[in-house]
């Protein structure tokens, strides 16, 4: 069961991509949280090396932040369904599980005019609900290649992770924002994005949107 709900290679709740298409040296960058007060930050970042990223956006950050969640759509980046409040979904019952993916999805759409189609479970947890929350909503289940446990170290330590999993077609799972608390300083994850992105752009890595990343055609 354990591997069912938390593994990236695992579909049992519902169709899940853990990475792209492995034939381009390309990379995604995904940031879940947000939108936060962090948020700007990073956006700057990934424009002064011209990036594109996915953003799984929480709703009720949605509504605490809508001009920052409409800041993320309006650099061109790929947002995402990440729940309306951020719980572990283990657990809970099928109708819940739906509901936060529903709710998230009826906040973004309101919020930006725009339409997710990627979804991303809290923690990665997948559970009973998911699979039917993906196939009411036209959702995509995305997991990660490599994950940057942001939430507790330091900078190099996740530019060393990021690193170590660098390969065609790898996703990675980082955070704009914290739950559904406010930030109050900058995150380590800027910082490792200012070490880690030109590094891999000089390897010869590019970085796409995960819905760019899993097409085979250039």
Partial sequence: MAYAVRAPSSSLFGPSVYRGYPG??????????GPSESTPEILSILESYNVKATFFQCGANVRR?????????AHGHEIGNHTERHPNLCFRSPKEVADEFGKAQFTI?????????????????RWFGFREAQLRLNLLGVMWTVIGNDWKLGPTQIAAR???GASNGAIFCLHDGRELRS??????????????????LDRGFRFETVNR???STN
């Fill in 24 to 33: 381009r040296r390309s990379l995604a960058l995904t940031f879940d949280d």
């Fill in 65 to 73: 932040l809508p001009s920052i969640a409409r800041e993320v759509l």
């Fill in 109 to 125: 759409e309101n919020t930006l005019q725009h339409s997710p189609r990627l979804m991303r479970a809290p923690f990665g947890v």
């Fill in 162 to 164: 990021l690193r170590r």
């Fill in 183 to 200: 930030v109050t300083r900058s995150l380590a994850t800027t910082e490792a994005l200012r070490i880690i992105v030109p590094e891999l």
């Fill in 213 to 215: 990343i899993l097409c």
